[in-house]
């Protein structure tokens, strides 16, 4: 028969076998009752949320993500919950930098956030009618705008690369390259600091633009019923930083 010393730290719980060997079993069980079932958010729940907690909830995801804690999840199980509907808490629209994982980075699993993605992070009209649909329709409370540093598409808008169809997708970034000048020094993408500026004109761009090209969205903002908010992701140490 298998022993165990356990001890416990914290809230950590060390097991060690002291005589015999696990069981494939055994390891498996042990695997599972350290996985947390967290529930997928039903419309009542949904609905009873403000848009500041949803916020909050983002704000906190995000501290436990840059302290390694983050939460673990039975993805069976949510997968199995969410199949008929879903009532995502916010919708997240970031870069398509592949060293930008939205779920992780608040921390949040599957049905919690709609994620819209495109290089730049700037918003059309695919993005404006991803955003109504995901609150309007699917009752978000939160849009959430988020930049990051050393962004490539922010790069190319700077340096005024022309290759393809990135030439046309770049003149979206340009308007926050024209009006970014308060940092001194060389305005191309060795200037970290006027990437930066750029970076956080982009997010500032389209937030006007969200509000400006959708009445639905303005309303629902005007009304207190949804929030809008702009951030940019810090790459170095995965802190999100709110603007």
């Known amino acids: 028969m298998t022993k165990y010393f356990t001890s416990i730290f914290g809230l950590f719980i060390l097991t060690i076998p002291v ?3 696990q069981s494939k079993s055994d390891i498996l ?45 039975d993805h069976s199980v949510q997968i199995r919950e969410s199949v008929r509907a879903q009532y995502p808490k916010a919708i997240v629209l970031s870069c398509v930098d592949s060293r930008v994982p939205v779920e992780d ?3 949040k699993g599957i049905g919690d956030i709609f994620v819209a993605r495109v290089a730049g992070n700037f918003v059309n009209n695919d993005i404006l009618g991803s955003m109504e649909f995901a609150t309007k329709v699917a009752g978000a409370k939160l849009i959430l705008v988020m930049g990051h540093e050393n962004c490539g598409a922010i790069h190319a808008a700077i340096d005024d690369l022309k290759m393809g169809s990135i030439t046309r997708m770049l003149k979206n970034i340009r308007p926050a390259v024209a009006m970014s000048t308060l940092t001194e020094g060389p305005r191309n993408s ?16 389209a937030l006007k633009k969200i509000t400006k090209d959708s009445p639905i969205i ?25 603007l």
């Open 19 to 21: 005589i015999g060997q």
């Open 29 to 73: 069980e042990i695997n599972r009752n350290q996985i947390l079932v967290e529930s997928v958010l039903t419309k009542e729940e949904q609905e009873a949320l403000t848009p500041n907690e949803v916020f909050e909830m983002l704000r906190a995801g995000n501290e436990r993500f840059v302290r390694s804690e983050l939460t673990a999840r």
């Open 105 to 107: 980075v608040f921390d």
């Open 190 to 205: 060795s200037n970290r600091l006027f990437v930066h500026e750029v970076s956080e004109n982009n997010v500032r761009v």
């Open 218 to 242: 303005k309303e629902m903002l005007d009304e207190g019923k949804i929030d809008i908010k702009g951030a940019v992701y810090d790459m170095d140490t995965g802190v999100v930083n709110f």
